[in-house]
């Protein structure tokens, strides 16, 4: 905020009414029982992807660490169960819960990266598309339109897909995460350029752009200094509800084998082996990754959807 | 009206265009057809007459337009994996697509529906925000998680429904369906349901949206005052405006119904255009990417066209605003 030009008028009543803001948010916060728990689940799963190789029993990347006396374990409750393989093992002796806190930090970069990649992509030409309008600005438009005739899930299949046919397995294999945060992130960015598309249409025509503008700044100053502070909370809101798309993209794409290979653990790779087992009777492979996923999207979606009340930028 | 139609159908003209122009690109780009035509042991002579005969070294402006031309035509080239007509194997496999999405958007409306009036009327009282709470859980939980829960309760452990298949078909024509035998309509239970279980939840949330707002509205203020009964108020008065927007929600669900088949087609290993299209991915099989990359944007813009143009039909005052009504896609 310091960064303005103090002869802007619109900036001398700002510093109070964001404080005032601040504590309204927080003190929705600590009104919303479903926000506080959504947090506090966000914390726990964060913390434990975080802290994987300190606390798991197991690493999946170290073979090592995997003991077969201990393979095929149902969870500590069942009959045959072992202390301390709380969620079981699975055929090599990897403990299921290490496996789902490796699982839930690729899950989670994955998800984060990739919405990054739409934050950016989105904001950046939806900022110029707002700004400019004109020829370039019809283009960009355009092109978001034609990309929301199809469903996001449809696109980032195509390209996991048709990376593969492109790439030769090594390839593949150097190139999966990227590659999985680039479909995902691309699929959704229209989304984004939309939102700030719209956010900067309304603020262009405001006073304080006139005078930045009379005051000789170029269009850059004004819109990433000036246009883009006042557009941050809509897209804060949009990136962290995209978040939980992200994973669960992620996860459908790994499922369905267009995403990570089963040598990078994460919650849809999961699945997709542990699938295999459920109709030998090996369920715990299957329904405990399951269970992780549905927690981290359900703590996403109730945080992003308290935090857009909160904040209230006229999202629905 | 007749403007609106107009720019509604330039519109998909251009989206149209655009997706061909990918497709081209990605048969054209990827994968050399006369090697998997012919096979790895042809040798230089038959491959360059093939190449030939194929028009392969015309310029890419001509190639284009009789792309596009056979598209026009229905022929969306010989499928590599199976040495079949594209075309051919879109129609065998549509019928089995078009049944799931169509059950599942059937199942959606009737469970969204009542679920998001409920909640609307009773709003703030503590039965509507568990049903919110509910619905965050509905869409949180994505499409082939439910689908492997469903699969572990009533295939694995109580062995009611089958995990896989489409049952037992009829052919009525050219059409198959599953809808007419016992085995038929209880491989489709499952499949259908995984599908529908986030589109209710998301039904639910907007049904429950809209009527909110409408319930604000003055002439419901006034029905409230004139002292009318609230069953007639929120039944008969507030739903009929309600269901405006719900039109559009239905479309927009039809295409996710479709898009999200893709998922709930691989677990159930349900014989449709998506278990088509994640196989030809697999095997990067370009024609029949393209051509259902091309059918999905067509039955996309079709239907949001006609959502458009049933919006207009019912809401006058878009057709007074004309053209300027509502973005692409409408949300």
């Known amino acids: ?316 | 009206m007749a403007a609106f139609l107009a720019q509604r159908l330039g519109q998909a003209i251009i989206v149209l265009t655009v997706v061909s122009v990918l497709a081209f690109l990605l048969t054209t780009q990827i994968g050399d057809p006369v090697v998997s035509i012919l096979g790895m042991q042809s040798t230089p002579e038959d491959r360059a007459l093939l190449r030939e005969r194929l028009g392969m070294d015309d310029p890419f402006f001509v190639r284009y337009l009789t792309y596009v031309g056979n598209l026009l035509r229905g022929e969306f080239g010989i499928s590599y994996a199976n040495q079949r007509p594209v075309a051919d194997l879109i129609v065998a496999r549509l019928p089995a697509t078009l049944e799931l999405a169509g059950v599942a958007l059937f199942m959606s409306l009737a469970l969204g529906l009542p679920i998001g009036i409920y909640a609307a009327i009773n709003r703030g009282h503590w039965t509507s925000d568990a049903i919110l709470t509910a619905t965050v859980i509905g869409v949180s939980i994505p499409t082939f998680v439910i689908a492997i829960l469903l699969i572990f309760a009533f295939s694995v452990t109580l062995g009611w429904l089958p995990s896989f298949g489409r049952g037992q078909v009829v052919e009525v024509g050219w059409w198959t369906t599953g809808l007419l035998t016992e085995s038929g309509r209880r491989a489709l239970l499952m499949p259908a349901a995984a599908l529908a279980i986030s589109q209710v939840a998301l039904v639910a949330r907007l049904v429950r949206a809209e009527m909110i707002e409408v319930l604000r509205t003055d002439y419901i203020r006034f029905a409230r005052a004139r002292g009318l009964r609230p069953r007639i108020i929120n039944l008969s008065l507030a739903l009929r405006n309600t269901l405006i927007p719900v039109i559009t929600v239905s479309g927009i669900q039809l295409g996710f119904l479709f898009a999200f088949a893709v998922v709930a087609e691989a677990v159930f290993q349900w014989p449709g255009i998506g278990l088509l299209f994640l196989q030809a991915l697999g095997s990067t099989d370009v024609p029949v990417i393209g051509a259902i990359l091309l059918l999905t944007a067509a039955f996309f813009v079709a239907v949001n066209t006609v959502v458009d143009l049933l919006y207009a039909v019912v809401d006058p005052r878009l057709r007074a605003g004309a053209a300027s009504g509502r973005a692409l896609g409408g949300h």
Not at chain 1, 81 to 99: A, H, K, M, N, R
Not at chain 1, 126 to 148: E, H, K, S
């Open chain 1, 1 to 316: 905020m310091s960064a303005m030009p103090p002869a802007d008028p619109m900036t001398a009543p700002a510093p109070p009414r964001r404080r005032r803001g601040r504590s309204r948010v927080l003190a929705s916060f600590l009104s919303s029982p479903l926000a506080i728990f959504a947090a506090i689940l966000l914390v726990i799963l964060v913390s434990g992807a975080l802290l994987a190789p300190w606390i798991a029993l197991t690493n999946p990347y170290d073979l090592a660490t995997l003991d077969l006396m201990n393979s095929r374990l149902p969870p500590y409750w069942e009959d045959t169960g072992e202390w301390p393989f709380i969620l079981g093992t699975d055929s090599q002796g990897g403990d299921v819960l290490s496996l789902i806190l490796y699982g839930l930090r690729t899950s989670l970069a994955v998800g984060v990266l990739a919405v990054c990649v739409s934050v950016g992509l989105g904001t950046v030409l939806g900022l110029i598309a707002g700004y400019y309008g004109g020829l370039p600005g019809a283009i960009i438009m355009r092109a978001a339109d034609v990309q929301f005739t199809f469903p996001a899930i449809i696109l980032a299949l195509l390209i996991g897909g048709v990376s593969k046919g492109v790439l030769s397995p090594s390839q593949q294999a150097d190139f999966a995460i990227p590659l999985v945060v680039l479909a995902l992130g691309i699929s959704h960015w229209p989304h984004f350029a939309r939102l700030v598309r719209g956010a900067v249409l309304v603020e262009r025509s405001k006073d304080y752009v006139a005078a930045a503008r009379l005051a000789g700044r170029g269009p850059g100053f004004i819109m990433l200094r000036q246009i883009l502070p006042n557009v941050v909370n809509p897209i804060a809101v949009l990136a962290t509800l995209d978040i939980a798309f992200a994973i669960m993209g992620e996860a459908t794409l790994s499922f369905l084998g267009f995403g990570l290979p089963p040598t990078e653990p994460s919650l849809g790779t999961l699945i997709r082996t542990g699938y295999q087992y459920l109709f030998g009777g090996e369920w715990w492979l299957v329904l405990f990754p399951a269970l992780a996923l549905m927690l981290v999207v359900v703590a996403v979606n109730l945080f992003g959807d308290w935090l857009r009340d909160a904040l209230n930028p006229g999202l629905r």
